[in-house]
């Protein structure tokens, strides 16, 4: 059973970055798709960044231009780097990432969400 590894949250002023950081445990083959989503307290979950199988990267319209989804597929780790965020940003933000993993002798696929991560703005 693969497990994601959320970090790199916390709180942070107006106009400053954040990086979070997402990682499958276990024995990972690959990461062919991976998405960060959001919620604030009273709204409805929201994609921010993610990128397909495809290759295709996709953004919210309210962080385009300010977020980067991105991953290291050596290590295994997918990143969201947060610049100019701003308090309306504020929200947990989770992980879903998908692709490969060994069980014993096995390669089977995963599709794994992470735990949740705050991150607060402040004006």
């Known amino acids: 059973q693969v497990q994601l590894v959320e970090s790199g949250g916390g709180e942070v002023q107006a106009g400053g970055s954040l990086r979070l950081s997402c990682a499958p445990s276990?024995?990972?083959?690959?990461?062919?798709?991976a998405f960060w989503y959001r919620q604030a307290p009273g709204k409805q979950r929201e994609l921010v960044a993610g990128f397909s199988r495809s290759g295709r990267t996709n953004y919210g319209d309210s962080v385009k231009g300010r977020f980067t989804i991105s991953a290291d597929h050596a290590n295994f780790i997918v990143y969201l780097q947060m610049d100019k965020l701003m308090p309306e940003d504020t929200a947990d933000y989770v992980c879903n990432v998908q692709g490969d993993y060994s069980d014993y002798a096995r390669r089977l696929p995963y599709d794994a969400w992470g735990q949740g991560i705050l991150v607060t703005v402040s004006p």
């Open positions: 276990g024995y990972i083959f690959t990461i062919d798709a």
